[in-house]
C-alpha cells in the first residue's frame, strides 16, 4: 500500500513538473518570432550572450540576452541582425547601428555579412560598448567612431583599405550636403576609416576652388584645416598648378586689411566688410537654427548649397541673421 501511494506521489510530482515545462515552453520566444522582427521569412538564432547588468535603455524589470539572429533577405544571401531579447516578457528589440554615414556604410557593405565567427565576437564587442555607454550607444557619433576604429584595427573585422573605400564611394555618390561639389576626397584619421575632413572642389565660374568641410559638414576651409594638413600636398597633377594660380591672383585682388572678410550687399551691390570670421549659414531663415544645413567661410559655397535646395525654401545668412542671398 505505501509504495503504491509513493509511486502515485511521484507520478503526481512529474506530471505537474511536465505541465509547467509545458506551460514555459507554449511563453518562450521562438524562430518565427525573430524572423518577424528581422523581416524575413525564416530565421534562426545561432549565438546568445546573457546580459548580466543593468543596461540603459531596456526594461530592468526584464531578464535580457543579445541575440544574434540568422536569415536570408530578399536575394537569398545569408545576413545577421542582433537583437535584445526578454523571453520571460516576449519582447524583443532589434539593436540600432545609428545614423552615422560611415557606420551605415559599412553595416550595410560589411557588418552584415560577417561570417559567423566574427558575427559572434561582434556580439561581444557590441556587449562592451552598451554595457558602458546604453543600448542606444551608437546614436553618438564618438562612440561610433570608436566602434569603427576597433572593428579596422589591424584589419581584424574590416581590412582598413576596404572600409575607407566603402566610405569614400558612398559619401561622394549619395551624401546629400556634399552634392554641390564636383570632386570629394577624404582625409581621414591616421590608421581609421573614421573621416576627419572632406577636400571637396567645386567650379566656379570656370576656376576650381577647394573648401574642406569637417564631419559636421561645416566649411573649415582656412586655419583648421590648413595646420592639420597643408592643402597644396592634397591637390593632384595639373590642378596644383592651377590651384596655385588662383590663390596668387586672388592674393592680389585681396583689400589691404586680409582679415576683414568681404561679402556683398544683396540691395546695395556693394562690398561690405564684416568683423571677425565670417560663417554663412544656409538654413531656411535666420532664426530657425534646427533647419540649417550647412555653413561655410566661402560666401559662393554657401550660394551653390542654396541654389540646389531652392525649392525647399533655403537661403543664406551671416552671422548676425541678416539675409546675404536668396535664390
Request: net charge negative; proline share 3%.
Amino acid at each position: 500500500m505505501k509504495r503504491i501511494f509513493l509511486i502515485s506521489l511521484i507520478f503526481v510530482i512529474i506530471m505537474n513538473f511536465s505541465g509547467c515545462s509545458d506551460s514555459e515552453v507554449t511563453k518562450r520566444l521562438t524562430n518565427a518570432d525573430f524572423a518577424k522582427a528581422v523581416g524575413a521569412n525564416s530565421a534562426e538564432t545561432v549565438y546568445t550572450r546573457s546580459v548580466d547588468n543593468d543596461i540603459f535603455g531596456l526594461d530592468k524589470d526584464g531578464k535580457w540576452k543579445l541575440v544574434l539572429v540568422n536569415y536570408n533577405d530578399d536575394a537569398g544571401r545569408s545576413r545577421y541582425s542582433i537583437c535584445a531579447a526578454d523571453y520571460d516578457n516576449m519582447q524583443i528589440i532589434m539593436f540600432e547601428y545609428g545614423d552615422y554615414a560611415p557606420l551605415e556604410v559599412l553595416y550595410d557593405e560589411h557588418i552584415i555579412s560577417f561570417p559567423h565567427k566574427l558575427q559572434s565576437d561582434n556580439v561581444d564587442i557590441i556587449y562592451e560598448y552598451i554595457s558602458k555607454y546604453g543600448f542606444y550607444c551608437f546614436e553618438d557619433v564618438g562612440v561610433a567612431e570608436n566602434y569603427i576604429m576597433r572593428l579596422t584595427k589591424n584589419d581584424e573585422f574590416i581590412p582598413l583599405n576596404d572600409a575607407r573605400d566603402s566610405i569614400s564611394k558612398y559619401i561622394s555618390a549619395k551624401e546629400p550636403m556634399l552634392d554641390i561639389y564636383s570632386e570629394i576626397n577624404i582625409i581621414f584619421k591616421d590608421n581609421s576609416a573614421v573621416p576627419l575632413y572632406y577636400a571637396c572642389r567645386s567650379n566656379t565660374s570656370g576656376r576650381y576652388m577647394w573648401s574642406a568641410i569637417d564631419r559636421n559638414f561645416e566649411d573649415v576651409s582656412g586655419t583648421e584645416f590648413e595646420n592639420y594638413y597643408e592643402l597644396e600636398n592634397f591637390l593632384i597633377g595639373d590642378n596644383k598648378d592651377e590651384e596655385r594660380e588662383d590663390k596668387e591672383e586672388n592674393r592680389n585682388d585681396e583689400p589691404e586689411n586680409s582679415d576683414m572678410p568681404v561679402v556683398t550687399d544683396p540691395d546695395k551691390g556693394d562690398a561690405v566688410p564684416v568683423e571677425g570670421k565670417a560663417f554663412y549659414r544656409v538654413r531656411k531663415s535666420a532664426y530657425d537654427a534646427d533647419s540649417q544645413i550647412g555653413a561655410f567661410s566661402v560666401l559662393e559655397n554657401a550660394k551653390n548649397l542654396a541654389l540646389s535646395r531652392k525649392s525647399e525654401g533655403y537661403k543664406v545668412y551671416d552671422t548676425d541673421g541678416n539675409l546675404i542671398y536668396a535664390p
